[in-house]
């Protein structure tokens, strides 16, 4: 038992869905559905599956090549737009024994320039319907430590509970001890909570442990109680909360 919910989906799940997805390339908008499709190749999140009807035809280049992949025959398939090319962009399915895949384009995410779920911006992979993610105020204390060095101590942190994720701490920045903290030029970026804004790495004796805090200045609405708050991978740090220790997570995790 981890001591956190874990994701139920199972790999091959397919789901229709409910959202507007958008899609640039080149400051033009080369797809436009509300007919995409939620397909899980791993347990804890979908990638789109986008109906080729709803792809800019003058966006499209076909490469002429196809394979063979466990869900059936894939066409590679580039994209053009707005000066930019991008070849290998998707694969599109030409048969597969997943009848609702049958003409529908499997994207890269990074060869977008930017995705779009209605009409707010979305971050890494889609957003996984079978996640909750809450942000809660909280009057537990957490003390978190490295090589006995305390980093930061709080009353009244902001806890981040995320579907198949360890609790996240946020802090106020008066909680945190700067004076270990190196700003690092790190950016990552969650669908959930948005792109970070701040990145620490940790200064413990000639030891700098690379990027073990951030922040987020401007997260999404719905994560809106961290914005400029401040946390820590519990994974490679000693988290104490009410004074008790808590045991680290096996794996790495996002922010």
């Known amino acids: 038992m981890t001591g956190y919910p874990q994701p139920l989906v199972q790999v091959d799940h397919i789901e229709p869905v409910p959202r507007r997805v958008r899609a640039l390339l080149g400051g033009e908008v080369v797809l436009d559905t509300t007919r995409a499709l939620y397909i899980w190749d791993w347990p804890f999140y979908p990638q789109f599956q986008i109906p080729a009807e709803d792809v800019d035809p003058s966006a499209l280049v076909d490469e002429a090549h196809t394979h063979r992949l466990r869900r059936g025959t894939v066409a590679q398939v580039g994209l053009r737009a707005g000066g930019v090319e991008r070849p290998g962009a998707g694969r599109r399915y030409v048969e597969s024994s997943i009848e609702e ?57 902001v806890t981040v509970f995320e579907t198949g994720l360890p609790t996240r701490w946020y802090m106020d920045r008066s909680a945190v001890d700067f004076s270990h903290l190196r700003p690092s030029d790190t950016v990552t970026a969650c669908p959930y909570k948005g792109r970070t804004t701040g990145y620490w790495s ?46 680290r997570p096996e794996t790495h995790f996002s922010d």
Not at 132 to 154: F, P
Not at 216 to 228: D, E, K, S
């Open 101 to 157: 895949l049958i003409g529908t384009i499997r994207f890269e995410w990074d060869a977008l320039d930017s995705w779009m779920e209605e009409d707010e911006e979305v971050f890494v992979h889609p957003r996984n319907p079978y996640v909750r993610v809450d942000a809660l105020r909280s009057t537990r204390r957490v003390r978190v430590e490295l090589e006995g060095i305390v980093l930061a101590e709080s009353a009244a942190p």
């Open 202 to 247: 940790v200064q413990a004796g000639e030891t700098l442990h690379a990027d073990l805090a951030w922040s987020y200045a401007f997260p999404t609405v719905a994560l809106a109680p961290i914005a400029g708050l401040v946390a820590f991978y519990d994974e490679k740090l000693d988290v104490f909360i009410d004074g008790e220790l808590q045991q």
